[in-house]
């Protein structure tokens, strides 16, 4: 049996694990690959533990002992988002941390910070960004640069301005042609890295995910909203400046035969240079003209065998025969679902292909037109 632990300590950039939570029930861990990854938890308000859990001020650390020996520490967080329910029955806390890829998106530049990087190595403009929240007052939260610290590619960077997430702006960086996959991860008790992977993170472990062998069930879903073959990405007018750039239309080249005919989509972006929105212009239409269906499979009792076997980004095969659906294809996974039932047992589901809406960035997205609005 695996077991794990859910650890508090201080938070970032001191560490270490202090307060074991062993009374904590309803256990999860959720890894995405672009996008934050949460751990979460109950526990009796009257627990002396419970104490412990201050919200923005206690780290959440997850680790999991391998049944061969050793814990590998898969998750930190912040603790953040908490509820108390009272009544007859008891007190209860439920608790969700959150990890520092999103404490990031809550950190901002300001109108003394770094704005322009000129021929730049992308890995070193991802850590630039980072510092800029670090060498300030009460900013420091233990980052040094870890795996992939480059990436062989230089970019240009102008477009930056006061008052931008710079969880936002990295993943921004990395969500271009050539670009690179990213995560604020644990080494150890108390150090963070910023990892790049670069073309993009994953393994091929050779892993058959077969529907009836290692999966005991599967979710297809597929939605079409934002496909598109031809595209129109736009971007904002710069602080104190008078236009925005040009926007971008891109056409996939075989349109005229494609069998599903032309479906056209227009994207709003951040972005004030012609260069950089260009290089975006170019990885939507890219990204916009497959239709990648998603599909959540929940894996057999005790089929994983942790990291070193299914992990963010690694290339799976995955093979379905029923009814309509044939399915014999190479995915990616984006997400790693594992709770951990009262008796220690990993209960596990991946998301692979296309991952789950994620109905929060959309709401950044209309935030961010807000204050595109604003500045005009």
Known sequence: MTIWSFVLGPPAPEGGHQWHLTNAKARRAIFRLTRPSEASFTID?????????????????????????GAEELFRGRIGPTGDSLDAGGHRTDV??????????????????????TNTEQAEIAMGLVNQTQVRPGGSLGI?????SSTGVARDRTEYQAGDSIGDRVQEL????????WDITPDGAAALKLDIWHPQRGIDRGVVLEYGGLVA???RQVNPQDYANAVRVSGQIPEGGDTAPTPVERTASDITTRPEGRWDKAFGTSIVTATSLAERGDW???????????????????????????WLGDPTRLVIMS???RVDNVLRVQEVDISITEAGDEEVSLTIGAPKPDYRRRANDVERRLRELERR
């Open 217 to 219: 069930s599967v979710q």
């Open 174 to 181: 990395s969500e271009v042609i050539d670009g690179f996959d």
């Open 323 to 325: 009814g309509r659906l």
């Open 45 to 69: 308000g009257r627990d002396p533990m419970a104490a412990k859990i201050i919200e923005l001020e206690t780290d959440l650390h997850a680790l999991r002992h391998r049944p061969t020996g």
């Open 96 to 117: 969700t941390a959150l990890d520092y890829r999103s404490v990031l998106s809550r950190r901002i530049l300001w109108g003394d910070s770094q704005l322009v990087w």
């Open 284 to 310: 939507q239409l890219d990204q916009a003209q497959v239709v990648q269906p998603s599909y959540t499979v929940k894996l057999k009792a005790g089929a994983w065998q942790g990291p070193d076997h299914i």
């Open 144 to 148: 040094v640069a870890g795996d992939g």
